[in-house]
């Protein structure tokens, strides 16, 4: 299980183990290979693959994957969340299509500096964020307006 370290050491900081289920689960969250994930397809994923892991642990597991820096929330559809691997992985940030449900992802340093520009401003000492622009892609864009 590649770096599945650190979540060994935060589970350890919490007084918790790494069971047999979270360990299934940290490895199939590495194997998505930061793709955007629900609850739902990663416990499918698991289950396709004969692992003894129920759909509760799935759903237990994932506040402490985010606790503990390993996956973030990156989107929330039809009011569920999709959740992406971004231990090890570089920041960016997410267009979501209203109309077929692409998503786009980008890094925009000038956004990055002008987020620490107004978080310097305010005193405010900033540990993470997310961005979600919500719009239409070309395509979508271009059949929504004839």
């Known amino acids: 299980m590649k770096d599945g370290g650190a979540f060994i050491e935060f589970l350890k900081g919490k007084g918790l183990r790494l069971t ?16 955007h994930f629900d609850p739902e397809e990663l416990h499918i ?7 003894n892991v129920s759909r509760a642990s799935v759903y237990r597991t994932i506040p402490l994957l985010i606790e503990a820096g390993i ?11 999709h959740y992406e691997l971004t231990y090890g992985r570089e920041h960016h940030d997410h267009m979501l299509c209203l109309g077929c449900g692409k998503v786009i992802e980008f890094l925009s340093h000038e956004m990055e500096e002008l987020q620490d520009r107004i978080c310097r401003e305010h005193g405010f000492t900033g540990e993470t ?16 307006n004839g």
């Open 20 to 35: 047999l289920e979270r360990e299934a689960i940290l490895g199939e969250v590495f194997a998505t290979k930061g793709e």
């Open 45 to 51: 994923a698991l289950r396709q693959k004969e692992a």
């Open 71 to 81: 996956i973030e929330e990156v989107e929330r559809v039809d009011k569920h969340a």
């Open 129 to 144: 964020h997310t961005l979600e622009i919500k719009g239409y892609c070309k395509k979508c864009a271009k059949n929504k």
